[in-house]
């Protein structure tokens, strides 16, 4: 998997955001709650976000339904 920026992953009840994404360095977001994202700002290197990562899954929104009007 790639990392890339804006990417959120969700580990658990926790959801990490990429905000900064760097050659060794990852700068992320902890959130518990999409809605509000509030949460602390990570500085860490792609080594330990990577580790951190093990167990997490890549959040995928799922897509709105739009309905034709006819």
């Known amino acids: 998997m790639k990392l890339e920026q804006g990417q959120i992953w969700?580990?658990?009840d926790k959801y990490?955001?990429?905000?900064?994404w760097?050659?060794?360095d990852?700068?992320?977001?902890?959130?518990t709650?999409?809605?509000t994202r509030e949460g602390t700002i990570h500085d860490v290197s792609k080594k330990e976000?990577?580790?951190l990562l093990k167990g997490a899954?890549?959040?995928q929104p799922e897509p709105k339904?739009?309905?034709s009007e006819d």
């Open 22 to 24: 760097a050659r060794l």
């Open 26 to 31: 990852i700068e992320y977001k902890e959130m």
């Open 49 to 51: 976000f990577c580790r």
């Open 65 to 67: 339904d739009e309905k």
């Open 33 to 35: 709650d999409l809605e």
């Open 10 to 12: 969700k580990k658990g």
């Open 16 to 20: 990490l955001l990429i905000t900064m």
């Open 57 to 59: 899954e890549l959040y």
